[in-house]
T-cell receptor, first 114, second 114 residues
Framework: DGGITQSPKYLFRKEGQNVTLSCEQN?????MYWYRQDPGQGLRLIYY???????QKGDIAEGYSVSREKKESFPLTVTSAQKNPTAFYLC?????????????FGPGTRLTVT | DQQVKQNSPSLSVQEGRISILNCDYT??????FLWYKKYPAEGPTFLIS?????DKNEDGRFTVFLNKSAKHLSLHIVPSQPGDSAVYFC?????????????FGTGTSLTVIP
């Protein structure tokens, strides 16, 4: 049963702590993405990766870091430098990194930082 | 700078009638457009797409229309069913923009009344 898994579904952290959100896919997709959704806003791209060991910044990469050591995994670290980390985070993947390939999304992780 | 806009945050329609969701974009380089459907606490799921070489694409009850001169696309759902109640996002991308990035609208919450 192929898909994208994100864990945990809900995550709570204290301000000043780094936190890592997990994203795994077994779709054999080359490209993976991280988005952030805030109330009243569309999804905004944080980072994306078109191939293992390579990733690029999206529009709002400041305060975040990623790694892509395996094709299946694309973890996102929210660092203490991120000013407003509380949000709903979505991971996605696509067959390839081209703009005409639809993206498949995971269920999301809601991060709350207090 | 919102390049993809969905100006109607919500829409209510009677079951069996047509639902029309609208989306406007500002970047004339966009050449691929998608609609996603999202239920609460879940990631978006791909619904239908259209390339800029077409002005209409149909898939069952769902039809997307593209008006390039007006930079406008719409999603028609006929007939609407209660299970269609969800948030709908439109997204756009441009082959020649760096990053193969998709730009998402803010979403329209559709409620289909039985």
């Amino acid at each position: 049963d192929g898909g994208i898994t994100q864990s945990p579904k809900y995550l709570f952290r204290k301000e000043g702590q780094n936190v890592t959100l997990s994203c795994e896919q077994n779709l054999n997709h080359d490209a993976m993405y991280w988005y952030r959704q805030d109330p009243g806003q569309g999804l905004r791209l944080i980072y994306y990766s078109q191939i293992v060991n390579d990733f690029q910044k999206g529009d709002i990469a400041e305060g975040y870091s990623v790694s892509r050591e395996k094709k299946e995994s694309f973890p996102l670290t929210v660092t203490s430098a991120q000013k407003n980390p509380t949000a709903f985070y979505l991971c996605a993947s696509s067959i390839k990194g081209g703009s005409s390939y639809e993206q498949y999304f995971g269920p999301g992780t809601r991060l709350t930082v207090t | 700078d919102q390049q993809v806009k969905q100006n109607s945050p919500s829409l209510s329609v009677q079951e069996g009638r047509i639902s029309i969701l609208n989306c406007d974009y500002t970047n004339s380089m966009f050449d691929y457009f998608l609609w996603y459907k999202k239920y609460p606490a879940e990631g978006p799921t791909f619904l239908i797409s259209i390339s800029s070489i077409k002005d209409k694409n149909e898939d069952g009850r769902f039809t997307v229309f593209l008006n390039k001169s007006a930079k406008h696309l719409s999603l028609h759902i006929v007939p609407s069913q209660p299970g269609d109640s969800a948030v709908y996002f439109c997204a756009a991308s441009a082959t020649f923009l760096t990053g193969n990035q998709f730009y998402f609208g803010t979403g329209t919450s559709l409620t289909v009344i039985p």
